[in-house]
């Protein structure tokens, strides 16, 4: 199975910060990856798909970039909406994996 | 626009069998995988399997193999999840996925299996 690490597991920030959480896969996975933003009590909701393709109606503060192992998910400045945990996943081969997720919590 | 409904909580002993379902619309629902992906209470998400509608072919994650079945109807568009004698160890949130130009995610169904 491909090993997904996501760095930090957690981190605090202000409103207005520059976020970034990383991804990093045990194997290459081309640009298979997909990142998710989870709400406590919500279904997650898709971010990024394809490593750095914003999913339609997500707001320009989220980005992806990366390709083979590393991958960074970059919010540009955080609002109190975007409080949550954030997952990346592979989807180049199976099983399909999610790193165990980064919390996001306010300062 | 691509949705997908899954059924109700579900409250169930252990040893009972159980089928959770979601059911695709606004997309071609035999031409896409649907994942199915489980969370525990206060963990992380956990890839299940997937299943291809179309010809049903079903891939499951090592982890769960043996465990669950994967099935699908295509002419209700709708897929399963299925144990066949539940542990309390499946207590969780199944969520189902479908990948269409990015993914989308059904609401969840909470399974508590509880004596």
């Known amino acids: 199975d491909i090993q997904m690490t996501q760095s930090p597991s957690s981190l605090s920030a202000s409103v207005g910060d520059r976020v970034t ?5 045990s194997q290459g996975i081309n640009n298979f990856l997909a990142w998710f933003q989870q709400k ?4 997650p909701k898709t971010l990024i798909h394809a490593a750095s393709n914003l999913q339609s109606g997500v707001p ?6 990366g390709s083979g192992t590393d991958f960074i998910l970059t919010i540009s400045s955080l609002q109190p909406e975007d409080f949550a945990t954030y997952y990346c996943q592979q989807y180049y081969s199976y099983p399909w994996t999610f790193g165990q997720g980064t919390k996001v919590e306010i300062k | 626009e691509v949705q997908l409904v899954q059924s109700g909580a579900e409250l169930k002993k252990p040893g009972e069998s ?3 379902s979601c059911q695709g619309s606004g997309y071609s629902f035999t031409n896409y ?3 199915w992906v489980r969370q525990m209470p206060g963990k992380g998400l956990e890839w299940m399997g997937i299943i291809y509608p179309s010809n ?10 043996g465990q669950v079945t994967i099935s699908a109807d295509k002419s209700i568009s709708t897929a399963y999840l299925q144990w066949s004698s539940l542990k ?3 207590t969780a949130i199944y969520y189902c996925a479908v990948k269409v130009a990015g993914t989308f ?11």
Not at chain 2, 56 to 65: D, L, N, R, V
Request: aromatic share 12%; net charge positive.
């Open chain 1, 21 to 25: 959480i990383a991804c990093r896969a």
């Open chain 1, 40 to 43: 406590p009590g919500q279904a």
């Open chain 1, 60 to 65: 320009s503060k989220f980005s992806g970039s």
């Open chain 2, 18 to 20: 159980l089928k959770i």
């Open chain 2, 33 to 35: 995988w649907i994942a």
């Open chain 2, 56 to 65: 049903s072919k079903a891939t499951y994650s090592p982890s769960f193999q």
């Open chain 2, 88 to 90: 309390a160890s499946d």
């Open chain 2, 105 to 115: 995610w059904g609401q969840g169904t909470l399974v508590t299996v509880s004596s």
